[in-house]
Structure formats: structure tokens, C-alpha cells
């Protein structure tokens, strides 16, 4: 850990829930919907009916070839309750990292327990339906910055639940949090689950109109950043935007629990949080359909298939590769996996396999490829044509549409939910 500690401390938060705040920004993307998918039985209709997304990805037409099952996603967050009716028999043994009071499955404002049904709740009892219901969630407890000064926890819990990831069952990592400052022996404890096959995702963050600043662990080089994209595809204005952003997925006007008395669904939640969740469940999906692929083929087949109006292999500082589409892979077969011990978020050979860093491309080329990316995403006005699966993405002109409404979630924590 840093000297500065005490100040990281404060600064790390749920990158969560921001009710219906801010707006959306600038790349004016759209998720072409347009499929009929199954309607939601009468008890489940209430909130499922408001999971807009699952038609927009085509789930039900996914679920049939895979519902994610035989993978396992570590969950870091603020608990999970294995108790709602979504995930009862979905959660498994996980860590509680704080060292206080509680385990991994007291959940102790709602925050996490909305992550894991969003990632592989069942939707029994009328809950959220997971994207990956298939899946199985390793709950790892952590300490927001709200709750670090009421009950001061283990200074190196995030720390601790990377590392326990890692070393757990599960195949990818979801962490809906965000940290300000750059640490060691996190940073460490991310080359080890790398080391160790995972796959890493994190929120980049809900701070682009506050400074915009880089999001710990996202922006690690080894980390899947997630930005915010709403049901038209747009991309949020709260949703930081930079280097850290590797891809994009929905986050925006998303139901999920109020509080930790897990009694009501709020709706309109905003953040990068529920976008992380939606892309590791992507990711379970794809790696489901092929359990034979490492973690760089699976998420070389995301990046490959993302919906995009600029050259594949560069980066928009909005989009990253642009908007995820497990559907691509699962009812079209596309998307090249590559090989199998490159990662293509670094371009180098991950640990463990022989040879040295193969880079794909300059530092200096790749830079301008990413400025094109950005240029198209800011002002392209073509429509991605390979579509049939009827989730294409559309582009067009710069967009700023104000989003109104009600209370937020997690709203002053520096410690980030996303």
C-alpha cells in the first residue's frame, strides 16, 4: 500500500448507483432493438419488464444455446445476499475481506446483491434476471468509503478479494468499484489473477463531468474497463471516458435493490457499476459456448464483435472497442478468439506462456488509430451493415440529452461504487 493510505481509503466507493442524474454524452449510438423477444410471466413483469437490455442483446434467443453455466464470476463488492429469491442456490463461498462484523452474504447496502442478480440472477420470485442466470456467483465483501468510517476495516481488503478471486473457481472477475489512486500491491494482486486465467472487469467510473480522473482498478493495463451506454446506446455523461475504456455496455435506467432491507426494486439507476456486471455476464456466455478458450479468447471475441463504426483493433476514449454483443458470437459463430496466450488488452504474452511481448502495433500508430476511433465515434454517420441478429450499432452526430428525475444511490462516496 501507499504512504497515503488514509486518503485512498476515503476515496474508494462503489462506483453505483446515480439515480437518474447528469445525462448522456456525445457519441450518438443506438442499440437496434427490434426483436420480439419472449414476454416476462405476469410475477416476474413488474422489474424484468424494465430489464430493457435483455431484449436489446436478444437473451432469450441466447439462452437457448447457453446460460452461462459452468462459469463462475467472483463478485467484489459490498456483499451479496444469498437469500432473495433470485439467487438462492446461485451464490457460493466467498471472502469477506473487511474484517468486521458479518460475512461475504451480508450485504450491507444492496449494491452488490443487485451486481450478482444482474450477472446471474435466476428472476424466481419476480427478481431481477441475471444475463448469465446460469452462472454462479463467489461473493468478496469489501469496504466502501461510508462504511470504512463507521466500521474501519481491513486496509487491504480490495487487495486481499483480487487476490482470493484469483485463487477461487471462478473464470471472471466483476468489481463494480473504484479508486482514485494507483496502489501497489493492488496492482500486484491484478498480474496475479492474470497469472492465474482470469478475466478482469471493472467499472471505469461515474465521474467524466467531476474531473474525469482515471478509476483504479480499471485502469490498470490488465483490467477490462466498462463504460455506461443507455437503451439507445449512447453513451452516459457520467461515464468517464479515457484511455481506461475498453468496451461499453448498458448501465443506464437499470432497476435494482434500494437498500440493504432488500424489500423494494428502485428504478432509473445510472452508473458504470451495472454496465461491468452485463459485461462479465457477456463474457460467461461467450465462455460458456466454449469452455476450451482462455480468458484472451474470450474477450478478443468481445472485443471483435462490439458494435463499432471504426476500424477493429482501435479504441474510442467513449466506446473502447464499442458496444458489447455476446449475441454475435452466440447466434452468428463470429468473432475470431486469436491466440490463446495473447492478451489483447496488452498485446503481450500472459503468464506463463513461452516467448516475449508480441505488441500488435507502435505506440505511436496505435495512438492515431485511437484518435480516428474517437473522431468517427464523435462525428461518423454510417450504419454498420453485418447485422442481421438485429443489434447493430448506428452512429451519428454529436448528442446531449438531459436526463431528469429522482434520488441517487451512493452518490458522494469516494471510494466508488460504479
Same mark, same amino acid.
Given at each position: 500500500?501507499?504512504?497515503?493510505?488514509?486518503?485512498?481509503?476515503?476515496?474508494?466507493?462503489?462506483?453505483?448507483?446515480?439515480?437518474?442524474?447528469?445525462?448522456?454524452?456525445?457519441?450518438?449510438?443506438?442499440?437496434?432493438?427490434?426483436?420480439?423477444?419472449?414476454?416476462?410471466?405476469?410475477?416476474?413483469?413488474?422489474?424484468?419488464?424494465?430489464?430493457?437490455?435483455?431484449?436489446?442483446?436478444?437473451?432469450?434467443?441466447?439462452?437457448?444455446?447457453?446460460?452461462?453455466?459452468?462459469?463462475?464470476?467472483?463478485?467484489?463488492?459490498?456483499?451479496?445476499?444469498?437469500?432473495?429469491?433470485?439467487?438462492?442456490?446461485?451464490? +457460493?463461498?466467498?471472502? &469477506?475481506?473487511?474484517?468486521?462484523?458479518?460475512? @461475504?452474504?451480508?450485504?450491507?447496502?444492496?449494491?452488490?446483491?443487485?451486481?450478482?442478480?444482474?450477472?446471474?440472477?435466476?428472476?424466481?420470485?419476480?427478481?431481477?434476471?441475471? +444475463?448469465?442466470?446460469?452462472?454462479?456467483?463467489?461473493?468478496?465483501?469489501?469496504?466502501?468509503?461510508?462504511?470504512?468510517?463507521?466500521?474501519?476495516?481491513?486496509?487491504?481488503?480490495?487487495?486481499?478479494?483480487?487476490?482470493?478471486?484469483? /485463487?477461487?473457481?471462478?473464470?471472471?472477475?466483476?468489481?463494480?468499484?473504484? =479508486?482514485?489512486?494507483?496502489?501497489?500491491?493492488?496492482?500486484?494482486?491484478?498480474?496475479?489473477?492474470?497469472?492465474?486465467?482470469?478475466?478482469?472487469?471493472?467499472?471505469?467510473?461515474? @465521474?467524466?463531468?467531476?474531473?474525469?480522473?482515471?478509476?483504479?482498478?480499471?485502469?490498470?493495463?490488465?483490467?477490462?474497463?466498462?463504460?455506461?451506454?443507455?437503451?439507445?446506446?449512447?453513451?452516459?455523461?457520467?461515464?468517464?471516458?479515457?484511455?481506461?475504456?475498453?468496451?461499453?455496455?448498458?448501465?443506464?435506467?437499470?432497476?435494482?435493490?434500494?437498500?440493504?432491507?432488500?424489500?423494494?426494486?428502485?428504478?432509473?439507476?445510472?452508473?458504470?457499476?451495472?454496465?461491468?456486471?452485463?459485461?462479465?455476464?457477456?463474457?460467461?456466455?461467450?465462455?460458456?459456448?466454449?469452455?476450451?478458450?482462455?480468458?484472451?479468447?474470450?474477450?478478443?471475441?468481445?472485443?471483435?464483435?462490439?458494435?463499432?463504426?471504426?476500424?477493429?483493433?482501435?479504441?474510442?476514449?467513449?466506446?473502447?472497442?464499442? +458496444?458489447?454483443?455476446?449475441?454475435?458470437?452466440?447466434?452468428?459463430?463470429?468473432?475470431?478468439?486469436?491466440?490463446?496466450?495473447?492478451?489483447?488488452?496488452?498485446?503481450?504474452?500472459?503468464?506463463?506462456?513461452?516467448?516475449?511481448?508480441?505488441?500488435?502495433?507502435?505506440?505511436?500508430?496505435?495512438?492515431?488509430? =485511437?484518435?480516428?476511433? &474517437? &473522431?468517427?465515434?464523435?462525428?461518423?454517420?454510417?450504419?454498420?451493415? /453485418?447485422?442481421?441478429?438485429?443489434?447493430?450499432?448506428?452512429?451519428?452526430?454529436?448528442?446531449?440529452?438531459?436526463?431528469?428525475?429522482?434520488?441517487?444511490?451512493? +452518490?458522494?462516496?469516494?471510494?466508488?461504487?460504479?
Amino acid at each position: 500500500m501507499t504512504a497515503g493510505m488514509s486518503q485512498t481509503r476515503k476515496r474508494r466507493t462503489p462506483l453505483g448507483w446515480r439515480g437518474r442524474l447528469l445525462g448522456t454524452m456525445a457519441v450518438a449510438a443506438a442499440w437496434s432493438v427490434g426483436f420480439a423477444g419472449a414476454v416476462p410471466s405476469a410475477m416476474a413483469a413488474d422489474v424484468q419488464s424494465k430489464q430493457w437490455y435483455l431484449s436489446a442483446m436478444q437473451a432469450e434467443e441466447m439462452w437457448k444455446t447457453t446460460t452461462g453455466e459452468g462459469i463462475k464470476v467472483a463478485v467484489i463488492d459490498t456483499g451479496v445476499n444469498s437469500s432473495t429469491p433470485s439467487l438462492e442456490g446461485q451464490v +457460493l463461498k466467498g471472502l &469477506d475481506a473487511t474484517g468486521v462484523e458479518g460475512d @461475504e452474504t451480508d450485504d450491507y447496502n444492496g449494491h452488490g446483491t443487485t451486481m450478482a442478480e444482474l450477472i446471474a440472477g435466476t428472476g424466481r420470485g419476480g427478481g431481477l434476471k441475471g +444475463l448469465a442466470p446460469g452462472a454462479k456467483i463467489i461473493p468478496m465483501r469489501v469496504a466502501d468509503a461510508e462504511w470504512q468510517t463507521k466500521k474501519p476495516p481491513n486496509a487491504s481488503d480490495t487487495t486481499d478479494a483480487i487476490r482470493a478471486a484469483a /485463487d477461487s473457481d471462478a473464470k471472471i472477475i466483476s468489481m463494480s468499484f473504484g =479508486n482514485d489512486f494507483a496502489l501497489d500491491r493492488e496492482e500486484e494482486a491484478v498480474k496475479y489473477a492474470q497469472s492465474k486465467g482470469k478475466l478482469f472487469f471493472a467499472a471505469v467510473g461515474n @465521474e467524466a463531468k467531476k474531473g474525469n480522473p482515471e478509476s483504479y482498478p480499471a485502469a490498470y493495463p490488465e483490467v477490462v474497463g466498462v463504460s455506461s451506454a443507455d437503451r439507445k446506446g449512447k453513451v452516459a455523461e457520467y461515464s468517464q471516458n479515457g484511455s481506461t475504456v475498453d468496451i461499453a455496455a448498458p448501465g443506464s435506467d437499470i432497476p435494482y435493490w434500494c437498500d440493504e432491507t432488500f424489500q423494494n426494486y428502485c428504478d432509473g439507476g445510472d452508473g458504470t457499476s451495472a454496465a461491468t456486471a452485463i459485461a462479465s455476464a457477456s463474457a460467461a456466455l461467450v465462455w460458456s459456448a466454449h469452455p476450451e478458450w482462455t480468458a484472451n479468447q474470450v474477450l478478443n471475441v468481445l472485443f471483435d464483435t462490439a458494435g463499432r463504426d471504426w476500424e477493429k483493433g482501435t479504441l474510442s476514449k467513449y466506446l473502447g472497442h464499442g +458496444l458489447i454483443r455476446p449475441s454475435m458470437n452466440i447466434l452468428k459463430g463470429k468473432g475470431a478468439p486469436g491466440a490463446a496466450d495473447i492478451s489483447p488488452l496488452t498485446k503481450e504474452k500472459t503468464s506463463g506462456s513461452a516467448g516475449s511481448a508480441v505488441p500488435s502495433a507502435s505506440a505511436s500508430s496505435q495512438l492515431e488509430k =485511437n484518435e480516428k476511433a &474517437d &473522431d468517427a465515434a464523435l462525428a461518423g454517420s454510417s450504419t454498420e451493415k /453485418d447485422d442481421d441478429s438485429q443489434l447493430g450499432l448506428i452512429l451519428g452526430g454529436v448528442a446531449v440529452v438531459l436526463v431528469l428525475g429522482g434520488g441517487a444511490f451512493a +452518490l458522494a462516496r469516494k471510494r466508488r461504487t460504479a
